[in-house]
């Protein structure tokens, strides 16, 4: 190897490929400068030896033919050497230019691989690469082909070039082509799945763009596939105006190129992917409860959600257990199984109660997730949690409105026969808690009548048989004999796909009470399953277009969905109710001051400012169903930073929504009852008030027979009866105003002092009945924002207590007083009592709780006065500063009463 030869390889070995590639220039120039020296050289002894020739040529002697013979081959000897070393020289022309286009290539490489560096897309990429092609030395064009799926064809995607006339033609010839596999030298590489060079375009029988490509002077060329998961998505070319001998001995740098593109778009999927993920993770981040432990359960991370809902700081919780939060609600056992389980690198789930650092209890729907290292073995845990203590009051709430209503729930799973009944359902049949199936059951048919267990069975086995739903009546017996409960209960049958029945839910109704009290209850049958469902999240994700890209499972489920049909094609505006999306639109329109689309533009509004979104939305399913959700929209974002497409989570509320209408019927029923019950206690005052009218009209009527000659007298009389009937009138159409139904509420701004003129006339009769003088004390032009019916109940209520409590007193007066402070209208109810000791009032607003006599009262009074108190955000307590017995309630002042003070 020469010293210039060495040179040029400890360049390239060292990475300086410029100056490799200008070394190469320079040896190209000596190898030429070296064949002309030999060819002068050889034309010099050509000559001479001609010379020689022509000289000798008069010789005829045996030396000279001697002489010539040897002169000839020397010749001969010259003219050999001379060819000999010709092609020792275009071998090494050869070599020299196979090494040039190869330096040439990785030189290329380089330069792509500094412009892709910070690309994060993938035509970014292609671009880079185009670019770095088209601006060597040697190539003066590139062109990228994309890969239609779809029509399978490749067509022309992107193209750089030198700008020039010839090269614009070429570019714009290669725009109008479109190649199948197999076509062209594209659909070359795209057949074979691999590099393809042409030396000579000229000659290539297979090349449509041929005339454009010699018009514009281009030689020689190359394509490569671009490839993803090993199939091609594109074709890469490029052309030079620069023959090349060797071609093949360039492939292995062909190959080079193509792994290097193949690295970087897998670079670009991770990273895509990764982001993804990650994108997803901080969604549910945002909205679950999160924390990782090792597997001691030494908490190493928590988020703020966490924080949020424990009452600890991060600091507080980092390096303690769960300890810090247990509430002790669980068994030993229950944390136990739940480690084995994790231990076992498996997935745990369920339901768990903890207290916070104030010591509230709160309610999280839990699961933990080992997490393995490459020997499978369990390094740490990672907990999400969703928050259902919102949840687990609506469920408090509907066992105290089981409670009231004296109605229990049942389930009864036919395939494994268990069963599960509410408290209160085991207070009806007085049974006690924890029973196993078989027992609990034979003790329930035990209570029941002997004379309705044949109907009640026949029932139960048309359900499980048939799928029958049924309402039955049964009487319960108990202490032998010597009590009778009658009880209503309805059962509903739930069946698999087939139609098999596998469940039974149910209620049952101790109606004993309630027909003593002629109290109606609707039936919590549909309850039962609220109670035990979980919350669940549908987790949709889109491109900026509004492309669905994700659609999880529980997707699936609320919309009827597949996620193969709408992956890549749909967008989420087909979940969407058209009208809510055009209210939306303007109300974002206002809100933002730009105008707002209706469509995919108007649920990422704020998305795409850098905002999340939550709201609720009506989605309609795949069957036209609609159903109501909680949604939570947000951005995700790439590697840089840049918006990469949207995030939506959305939450069924159908259950929550129907439980709260139940709940709300439930707390109306009561009120209503309770409003008879107290007519009901006030009947004896009220007939008497009717009465002395009714005296009045008939005693005068008879006289008016005998003093039709008196005009005066007569006209006096019938003045009575005109009096004595708008006297039982207005009682009438008080009873009647204060006995209807609130099923609808209706708040309006209402005058205080008409309200209580209003249930001042149910009440005076019972006030006058028992001597109770009722004084008032009220400001003018005092105005609350209530349900009028509402709040007279409240009023009637009181009253009719503060009678009752001083009824068999001496002194019996009671006195009613409403004035205005700076934000509140005060009513005091004040009667001549003492007070009320500090025991009966820390009772006196729980359900069933009275101390007048037995049959007296109901005991929900005070209870359904608060009630009605808190949901018009008014407040009732005793003021003890007055000395005597003294109710105040305190309502908000309407806006417009607020502002003209």
């Known amino acids: 190897m020469t010293v210039q030869s060495q040179m040029i390889f400890d360049y390239y070995r060292n990475g300086k490929l410029e100056k490799a590639a200008a070394s190469m220039a320079k040896t190209d120039y000596a190898y030429g400068k070296m064949l002309k020296v030999l060819e002068k050289y050889n034309q010099d002894q050509i000559q001479k030896q001609k010379?020689?020739?022509?000289?000798?040529?008069?010789?005829?002697?045996?030396?000279?033919?001697?002489?010539?013979?040897?002169?000839?081959l020397i010749l001969c000897a010259l003219l050999i050497a001379s060819y000999y070393s010709f092609q020792l020289i275009r071998y090494a022309r050869?070599?020299?230019?196979?090494?040039?286009w190869s330096l040439t290539i990785k030189k290329i490489l380089h330069d792509a691989e500094k412009r892709c560096r910070d690309e994060s897309s993938q035509d970014g990429i292609i671009s880079s690469i185009l670019t770095a092609l088209s601006e060597s030395e040697i190539f003066s064009l590139s062109i990228y082909w994309q890969w239609n799926k779809k029509k399978s064809e490749l067509k022309y995607q992107e193209g750089f070039s030198d700008n020039s006339g010839e090269m614009s033609l070429f570019l714009e010839r290669s725009r109008q082509v479109i190649f199948k596999a197999g076509e062209g030298l594209p659909g070359r590489v795209f057949e074979k799945n691999e590099v393809s060079w042409i030396s000579s375009i000229s000659q290539d029988s297979n090349f449509p763009r041929k005339s454009y490509a010699i018009q514009a002077g281009l030689v020689s060329g190359f394509a490569i596939p671009v490839l993803i998961d090993g199939q091609v998505i594109g074709v890469i070319e490029a052309f030079s105006k620069h023959s090349i001998l060797d071609a093949e001995s360039l492939s292995d740098e062909l190959e080079v190129f193509v792994k290097f593109v193949d690295s970087k778009f897998i670079k670009l999927r991770l990273q895509a992917t990764e982001n993804e993920k990650d994108q997803i993770l901080q969604a549910i981040n945002s909205t679950a409860i999160v924390a990782t432990t090792d597997v001691k359960g030494?908490?190493?991370?928590?988020?703020?959600?966490?924080?949020?809902?424990s009452g600890y700081s991060r600091e507080e919780l980092i390096g303690k257990t769960h300890r810090i939060v247990n509430s002790g609600a669980h068994p030993k056992v229950f944390f136990k199984e739940m480690w084995q389980t994790l231990l076992a690198g498996q997935t745990w789930t369920g339901d768990i109660e903890n207290r916070s650092k104030n010591g509230d209890p709160y309610f999280v729907r839990t699961v933990i997730t080992p997490i393995l290292n490459q020997d499978a073995k369990v390094i740490k845990m990672m907990a999400i949690r969703f928050d259902l203590t919102g949840q687990r009051k609506i469920e408090r709430q509907l066992i105290e409105a089981q409670s009231i209503s004296k109605i229990g729930s049942w389930t009864y799973d036919l395939r494994s026969s268990e069963q599960v009944w509410t408290s209160e359902n085991y207070k009806i049949f007085e049974i006690e808690e924890g029973q196993c199936p078989e027992v609990l059951y034979q003790l329930y048919r035990e209570r029941v009548h002997p004379d309705d267990i044949e109907r009640l069975d026949t029932l139960?086995?048309?359900?499980?048989?048939?799928?029958?739903?049924?309402?039955?009546?049964?009487?319960?017996?108990?202490?032998?004999?010597?009590?009778?409960?009658?009880?209503?209960?309805?059962?509903?049958?739930?069946?698999?796909?087939?139609?098999?029945?596998?469940?039974?839910?149910?209620?049952?109704?101790?109606?004993?009470?309630?027909?003593?009290?002629?109290?109606?209850?609707?039936?919590?049958?549909?309850?039962?399953?609220?109670?035990?469902?979980?919350?669940?999240?549908?987790?949709?994700?889109?491109?900026?277009?509004?492309?669905?890209?994700?659609?999880?499972?529980?997707?699936?489920?609320?919309?009827?969905?597949?996620?193969?049909?709408?992956i890549g094609q749909k967008s989420p505006r087909i979940f969407y109710d058209t009208h809510e999306l055009e209210e939306?639109?303007?109300?974002?329109?206002?809100v933002l001051g730009i105008k707002v689309g209706v469509g995919f533009e108007t649920f990422i509004a704020n998305a795409v400012h850098g905002e999340y979104d939550e709201r609720d939305w009506t989605f309609v399913t795949k069957s036209g169903s609609r159903v109501p959700v909680r949604l939570i929209v947000s951005g995700l974002y790439g590697v840089s930073g840049e918006l990469e497409g949207y995030i939506g989570i959305a939450r069924d509320m159908t259950e929550q929504i129907e439980l709260q209408k139940q709940i709300e019927l439930e707390r109306v029923k009561s009120t209503h009852n309770a409003k008879l019950a107290s007519l009901g206690e006030m009947s004896a005052g009220i007939a008497h008030e009717i009465n002395n009218p009714l005296a009045i009209i008939t005693g005068n009527t008879k006289l008016l027979k005998r003093m039709r000659e008196d005009e005066v007298r007569f006209e006096?009389?019938?003045?009575?009866?005109?009096?004595?009937?708008s006297?039982?009138?207005?009682?009438?159409?008080?009873?009647k105003k204060f006995s209807r139904s609130t099923v609808g509420t209706e708040y309006k701004v209402h005058g205080l002092d008409h309200i209580i003129s209003e249930s001042l006339i149910i009440t005076e009769a019972k006030a006058k009945r028992h001597d109770v003088n009722i004084k008032l004390s009220i400001e003018s032009e005092l105005c609350i924002y209530c349900d009028e019916v509402e709040i007279e109940q409240v009023i009637v209520n009181l009253i009719n207590n503060g009678v009752d409590a001083i009824k068999n007193t001496e002194d019996r007066w009671l006195e009613i007083k409403a004035f205005s402070t700076q934000d509140r209208i005060v009513l005091q109810i004040i009667d001549s009592g003492h007070g009320i000791s500090d025991e009966i009032e820390k009772k006196?607003?729980?359900?069933?709780?009275?101390?007048k006599g037995v049959g007296e009262g109901t005991g929900l009074g005070l209870s359904i006065t608060k009630g009605i108190l808190d949901q018009h955000e008014a407040t009732i307590e005793l003021n003890k500063t007055l000395g005597n017995t003294c109710f105040e309630l305190k309502f908000p002042k309407p806006r417009e009463v607020q502002s003209a003070a």
């Not at 908490?299 to 809902?309: G, Q, S």
């Open 51 to 72: 010379n020689l020739a022509l000289q000798h040529q008069k010789k005829l002697n045996t030396a000279w033919y001697e002489e010539n013979l040897f002169l000839i």
């Open 844 to 851: 006196l607003f729980q359900p069933f709780f009275t101390t």
């Open 298 to 309: 030494k908490i190493l991370d928590v988020n703020d959600k966490f924080c949020e809902i």
């Open 584 to 590: 939306a639109a303007r109300q974002f329109s206002l």
């Open 460 to 566: 139960i086995e048309r359900a499980k048989n048939y799928g029958e739903d049924f309402v039955y009546n049964h009487r319960v017996v108990l202490d032998s004999g010597q009590r009778i409960k009658f009880v209503q209960g309805i059962g509903k049958v739930t069946c698999d796909e087939s139609g098999k029945p596998i469940f039974i839910s149910g209620t049952c109704q101790d109606q004993t009470e309630m027909m003593l009290q002629q109290i109606k209850q609707r039936q919590l049958a549909e309850f039962n399953s609220a109670i035990i469902h979980s919350a669940k999240f549908a987790i949709i994700t889109t491109d900026l277009n509004g492309i669905i890209n994700t659609f999880n499972d529980e997707a699936e489920k609320i919309l009827g969905y597949r996620a193969d049909e709408l």
């Open 716 to 725: 006096s009389k019938v003045e009575q009866i005109i009096k004595a009937t």
């Open 94 to 100: 050869r070599s020299n230019e196979s090494v040039l």
């Open 727 to 735: 006297r039982i009138e207005k009682i009438v159409k008080g009873l």
